[in-house]
């Protein structure tokens, strides 16, 4: 998990440079909380000039200057076309695999190891509690019913005492 804010814009920075496709990637699933395979299935009409998306049933709103790149990297882009596009062929969706293998080389030059699927969601989680204290949203947000599991999920369980979560 990213838990300093410091080192994700560090990373995003080096993205930026070397890769739009991998920034993009890294930015709406560390910013936004949304599953990778939902990143990995956007089309060109889904985000471009989107202000905000939608994530379970709650609009979780795009920076202004994410929403600018989004849009310059998509301009010469056909509506139908996958916004994330493996180099296998024309309008061949980025794999899973490959997205997870890009994006661990990236973080690995900053010291994070153990990058996974689920690395991304949970830093945006944990960062947007911690900042928030909201966990009924982020319940909500995740598909949680129960605060434990959330907070199991962004790994703090152990961190939250119990008159905290009654209180």
């Not at 795009?62 to 998509?74: A, D, M, N, P, S």
Request: proline residues 0%; charged residues 30%.
């Amino acid at each position: 998990m990213i838990i300093n804010i410091g080192k994700a814009l560090d990373i995003m920075d080096y993205l930026k440079k070397t890769n739009m496709r991998d920034y993009l990637l890294f930015a709406l699933c560390f910013e936004t909380g949304m599953v990778l395979d939902e990143v990995l299935s956007l089309k060109v009409s889904g985000l471009r000039n989107k202000r905000s998306l939608m994530i379970s049933n709650i609009e979780v709103k795009l920076r202004t200057e994410l929403r600018e790149e989004i849009k310059t990297y998509c301009k010469d882009k056909e509506k139908n076309e996958y916004v994330f596009q493996s180099s296998d062929g024309f309008n061949q969706k980025l794999g899973k695999k490959r997205a997870i293998l890009v994006l661990a080389e990236a973080v690995g030059l900053y010291g994070i190891e153990d990058f996974g699927v689920d690395t991304l969601r949970k830093s945006f989680g944990y960062l947007f509690y911690l900042s928030t204290r909201n966990l009924e949203l982020l319940k909500q947000l995740f598909g949680h019913t129960e605060d434990y599991d959330t907070l199991k999920y962004i790994e703090l369980k152990g961190v939250i005492d119990e008159n905290s979560i009654s209180n």
